[in-house]
């Protein structure tokens, strides 16, 4: 009898030992924002042309050189015309990678929305409204 019980706590330990491994793990993804956060130190350009599409990845120093080789100043880098690594065309743009679901997309500058809002129909998340969200 006292067997069968130390068996039963055993076993309700080790399942509160699952469950609290996945409380933690739920709670630790949640507050330090994993899933939604934005690495900026990776940076991507899109080629807006439609019979290219092609999308390239930077780290920083990298896309500060890219942009050094290209003539174009940095600040004004937003949405300049870059090189197109792919088709060589000048029809790439800075461009934006959703944090949730990946789509690289390009900023539109006449947006009255969140200019960062993903263009996915089945996710439409935007940073920006979530950081400002956050601030109130
Ligand atoms: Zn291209
Ligand atoms: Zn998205």
């Given at each position: 009898?006292?067997?069968?019980?130390?068996?039963?706590?055993?076993?309700?330990?080790?399942?509160?030992?699952?469950?609290?491994?996945?409380?933690?793990?739920?709670?630790?993804?949640?507050?330090?924002?994993?899933?939604?956060?934005?690495?900026?130190?990776?940076?991507?350009?899109?080629?807006?042309a439609?019979?290219?599409?092609?999308?390239?990845?930077?780290?920083?120093?990298?896309?500060?050189?890219?942009?050094?080789?290209?003539?174009?100043?940095?600040?004004?880098?937003?949405?300049?015309?870059?090189?197109?690594?792919?088709?060589?065309?000048?029809?790439?743009?800075k461009?934006?990678?959703?944090?949730?679901?990946?789509?690289?997309?390009?900023?539109?500058?006449?947006?009255?929305?969140?200019?960062?809002?993903?263009?996915?129909?089945?996710?439409?998340?935007?940073?920006?409204?979530?950081?400002?969200?956050?601030?109130?």
């Open positions: 009898m006292d067997e069968d019980k130390a068996k039963l706590v055993k076993i309700i330990i080790s399942v509160a030992c699952v469950v609290i491994a996945v409380v933690l793990f739920f709670v630790f993804n949640g507050s330090s924002g994993g899933s939604g956060k934005v690495d900026i130190n990776t940076k991507y350009i899109l080629c807006d439609e019979e290219c599409g092609a999308s390239q990845k930077f780290t920083k120093e990298e896309y500060y050189d890219f942009l050094r080789e290209s003539g174009v100043d940095p600040r004004t880098a937003q949405y300049a015309a870059l090189p197109c690594p792919e088709c060589g065309e000048e029809t790439a743009y461009a934006n990678k959703c944090p949730k679901c990946q789509t690289i997309f390009l900023y539109d500058p006449e947006a009255e929305d969140y200019k960062d809002r993903c263009p996915n129909p089945d996710c439409g998340y935007s940073w920006e409204e979530e950081r400002i969200r956050n601030l109130k």
